[in-house]
């Protein structure tokens, strides 16, 4: 079992940043990927972006150059770093993780809001 424990959502203004965390806690032996999807109301999920253990990473075309994916291996954490953001960027976003010999998990998700 692999829990996701997110925090950092919330509201702010056009072209204001956010932080937000993702914390995996539980029995697993290792996590290869970990990352961040998003979505809005009426919208399908999508890709925001992706990190793996080796630091290789992935990013949405909406959110390239504006927004970093980190991780920390030993903690089991990743983290979103998001500037410049846009009311585009509003929605729920969701920690995933792909963990050896269980598979794809999802966090809770975090609200995300941008105003105008």
């Known amino acids: 079992q692999v829990q996701l424990a997110e925090s950092g959502g919330g509201l702010v203004q056009t072209g204001g940043s956010l932080k937000l965390s993702c914390a995996a806690s539980?029995?697993?032996?290792?996590?290869?990927?970990m990352g961040w999807y998003r979505q809005a109301p009426a919208k399908e999920r999508e890709l925001v972006a992706t990190?793996?253990?080796?630091?290789?990473?992935d990013y949405g075309d909406s959110v390239q150059g504006r927004f970093t994916i980190s991780r920390d291996n030993a903690k089991n954490t990743v983290w979103l770093q998001m500037n410049s953001l846009k009311p585009e960027d509003s929605a729920v976003y969701y920690c995933?993780?792909?963990?050896?010999?269980?598979?794809?998990?999802w966090g809770q998700g975090t609200q995300v809001t941008v105003s105008s």
């Open positions: 995933v993780a792909n963990v050896r010999y269980i598979g794809r998990s």
């Open positions: 990190i793996t253990s080796d630091g290789d990473t």
């Open positions: 539980g029995s697993f032996y290792s996590i290869r990927v």
